[in-house]
């Protein structure tokens, strides 16, 4: 089979090794891809919400599988563009629909959605410019810290937890009348803040049966204690040391049989990946959030952990029996730690060149921001580079990560050195 993944991050990278390891795959192309895909497959220069252009690629390279790897051309629905499509309509498109995709393209869509089908979440109301002052009034019936999130995608920036009462009511007024967060943030909505830890489950369904994937928890913040602004994600691990047998049958049954049921019920074909964000509180399982894709850095983790064959899975999933593939998970943990440049997530430098990549021994590296310039790479993001290690326990693996991170440099590199350590 010829593959295309759409994507350059890690995740895509880490999703092009895993397909190319496959005896389904014959080719495995990535759009636009990074340094680490080009060495695995082709590299397409295209922008993953152009789907006119990926139809050219994909007719010309006879693709017959596409994974999409993050979320704004699902959103945008690429898979209906090739259900819609006569000379596409027959190639396997990994990712929900338009429709289902709303479950993480709004949040007042998926906040409804659990509503209706029970699935145990915070309390929440939903607000536009027209209604602003009940949304105000909302707010004084809710204890600090306030949390407010903008409706659209926000590029994981539009979600502002508050704990000053009159400063939750000035950032509402700013998100629906002064767009603080442009079309995304026309609507709001405002929840009851939940305290507990976080972590995520990743689930892969056809629309009628499921896999839970391995457990991962991300580390979101710069800094080391978990401090500073939010990042695309620093580490993560999996499993996840708290996550018991009985807590994942909690997860199973009060979110994940729930969350296919009703997706089943509403009629949403939904064939793909749902990352479910949650959070742990007290030994209930509650959702923060649905995405429609892979965590990224969490596929760093899961996926090397993952035996079985993705292409059979793949496939399963296209043809909707995922019931008779067995995951094979292996038993060892996993950790990754990103490297990433200085200043990153806000003004960083690009363009310095990345030593020490060869000397990597027993740790994965897959790349994110970086690319391939004649025999040098080069940074070209923020988050640059992902350590992945295994160890027969978590500790062992994040020390394997920090023992190969050593080997590695380029001008103002930046890693946090605590992933794992509150665990
Ligand atoms: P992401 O970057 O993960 O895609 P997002 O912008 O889609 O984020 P959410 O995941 O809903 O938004 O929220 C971002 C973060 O805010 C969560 O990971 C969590 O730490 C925190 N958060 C969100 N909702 C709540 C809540 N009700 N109670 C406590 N913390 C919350």
Redesign the pocket.
């Known amino acids: 089979m010829n593959i295309l993944v759409l994507g350059s991050g890690g995740r895509e990278h880490t999703f092009a090794w895993k397909i190319a390891q496959s005896k389904h795959c014959k080719n495995v192309f990535v759009a636009p891809g990074n340094s680490g895909t080009s060495a695995l497959g082709k590299n397409l220069d295209l922008n993953v919400n152009d789907f006119e252009n990926i139809k050219k690629a994909v007719l010309k390279h006879q693709i017959d599988m596409v994974i999409v790897g993050p979320?704004d051309p699902l959103v945008n629905g690429i898979h209906d563009f090739f259900l819609n499509d006569e000379e596409l309509k027959q190639i396997h498109v990994i990712g929900p629909q338009k429709e289902a995709a709303q479950l993480?393209g709004s949040?007042e869509f998926a906040k409804e959605f659990m509503y209706r089908h029970n699935i145990p979440?915070?309390k929440?109301q939903s607000f536009t410019k027209d209604n602003l002052d009940q949304g105000i009034m909302f707010l004084d019936t809710l204890e600090p810290?306030y949390?407010l999130?903008?409706d659209g995608?926000?590029?994981?920036?539009?979600?502002l937890?508050l704990e000053d009462l009159d400063e939750a009511k000035s950032e509402l007024k700013n998100m629906l009348l002064d767009a603080k967060f442009g079309q995304a943030s026309s609507k709001v909505v405002v929840?009851?803040?939940?305290?507990?830890i976080?972590l995520s489950c990743f689930v892969l369904t056809d629309g009628k049966n499921y896999k839970i994937l391995p457990t991962a928890k991300d580390y979101?913040r710069i800094g080391e204690g978990d401090t500073g602004l939010?990042t695309?994600?620093m580490g993560a691990i999996s499993p996840v040391p708290f996550a018991t047998r009985e807590f994942l049958d909690k997860i199973e049954n009060k979110i994940v049989k729930p969350t296919i049921k009703g997706l089943k019920k509403d009629n949403l074909p939904y064939n793909g990946f749902i990352f479910i964000?949650l959070?742990k509180v007290g030994d209930e399982p509650?959702v923060?959030?649905y995405?429609v894709r892979m965590?990224d850095p969490e596929t760093e983790v899961v996926f090397p952990r993952l035996k079985t064959d993705i292409v059979e899975i793949f496939t399963a999933i296209s043809k909707q029996t995922l019931s008779d593939i067995k995951l094979e998970i292996d038993s060892r943990a996993a950790t990754t730690v990103m490297l990433v440049s200085g200043g990153y997530p806000e003004a960083y430098e690009k363009g310095k060149e990345i030593y020490g990549l060869d000397e990597i021994e027993d740790s994965l590296v897959f790349h994110a921001g970086a690319q391939r310039q004649n025999d040098r790479i080069v940074t070209t993001g923020g988050r640059v580079l992902a350590v992945t290690s295994y160890g027969n326990t978590y500790r062992e693996a994040i020390k394997k990560s920090y023992q190969n991170i050593n080997k590695i440099c380029f001008d103002k590199m930046y890693y946090r050195k605590d992933i794992g350590f509150d665990l």
């Open positions: 979320e993480e949040k979440t915070a929440y810290p949390v999130k903008a995608l926000a590029a994981g920036k539009g979600v937890i929840e009851e803040f939940l305290d507990g976080e979101k939010n695309g994600g964000g959070i509650k923060i959030e995405n965590g």
